[in-house]
């Protein structure tokens, strides 16, 4: 949840512009056609729903806006985001979260896992073998996209978000995949750790990439934010010019690193994992800073 709440003052200062740079930041953010956001950290926490988030989801609605969720978190299928969502006060089908081209929202329940299959079914478009950690909403999407799952001889080694499968077993298996079989290391986001509702950090993807990278002496490929492979499928399924969307996250290192590379006006909210120890450690900056997402409402 969001400790600390910034003023307008000293939001302008921490995006290093003068408070009538800010305010007209904030105009033209609003004036976005479309939006690429985050969901833990931004819509919310665990199980809980962060302040203005149904707030935000309404307005986009109702202004009828162009956007999409697209989360690093590649475990969920569409059917349990769209219960835990409910659980949450947004009732959103699960129908409705891979909507055709001609509606205004767009909900894009597991970009992560579809991300990682199209990626490896340009590589093999005849489908190959996989071993894969993660969760049903990986394996299922790479099964959509002509992979089976196998633990002899597999092309890849797919790590998706951490699950039960994340033991040391499971990792030795991997291990084993890639030294001896020779299979590639795929990974489906870099992000090394996460955040409870304690805000306990919880070890990442990126976390365990690093430990299959440093014993196998093998380089990973990544396909969530901040790789630019992940937003030119955004922005493609949007149908919008970059020019006419922003991407809304909590992370420096993948959600506002990801805008920066894709040249999409990057917002950053504080109701995440940054904070002000870490918000400046990093060479790029965002085009905006807000306490949370309920501010583009007022």
Not at 165 to 170: A, C, K, M, T, V
Not at 182 to 204: F, R, Y
């Amino acid at each position: 949840m969001i400790s600390t709440r910034f003023s307008a003052a000293e939001l302008s200062e921490m995006t290093e512009v003068t408070d009538q740079a800010y305010a007209d930041r904030l105009t033209a953010i609003k004036a976005k056609k479309g939006f690429i956001i985050d969901m833990d950290g931004v819509i919310y926490h665990g199980s809980q729903l962060l302040p203005g988030a149904k707030e935000f989801v309404d307005w986009l609605i109702s202004e009828n806006k162009q956007f999409l969720f697209l989360t690093n978190n590649s475990t969920p299928t569409p059917k349990e985001l769209s219960e835990k969502l409910h659980r949450m006060g947004l009732d959103i089908p699960p129908t409705n979260f891979y909507t055709s081209g001609n509606k205004s929202i767009k909900f894009l329940t597991n970009p992560l896992s579809i991300a990682t299959a199209k990626f490896l079914q340009s590589q093999k478009p005849a489908g190959g073998k996989v071993f894969a950690l993660g969760g049903p909403g990986l394996t299922y999407a790479l099964y959509e996209h002509g992979f089976t799952m196998s633990e002899t001889k597999p092309d890849y080694v797919v790590i998706g978000t951490e699950g039960t499968s994340h033991n040391f077993e499971g990792l030795q298996k991997a291990l084993s995949l890639i030294t001896k079989d020779g299979a590639k290391l795929i990974g489906t986001n870099p992000d090394s750790n996460g955040v409870k509702e304690n805000g306990e950090k919880v070890l990442g993807t990126g976390a365990f990439l690093a430990l299959l990278e440093v014993a196998s002496g093998k380089k990973a490929f990544t396909c969530g934010k901040p790789s630019s492979l992940m937003m030119s499928y955004a922005t493609t399924y949007l149908g919008l010019p970059k020019e006419d969307t922003c991407i809304v996250g909590d992370r420096m290192d993948t959600d506002i690193l990801a805008g920066t590379n894709a040249q999409i006006d990057p917002v950053l909210v504080m109701s995440g994992v940054t904070d002000m120890n870490n918000l400046f450690d990093d060479a790029y900056r965002p085009y905006l800073i807000l306490n949370g997402v309920g501010e583009l409402v007022n």
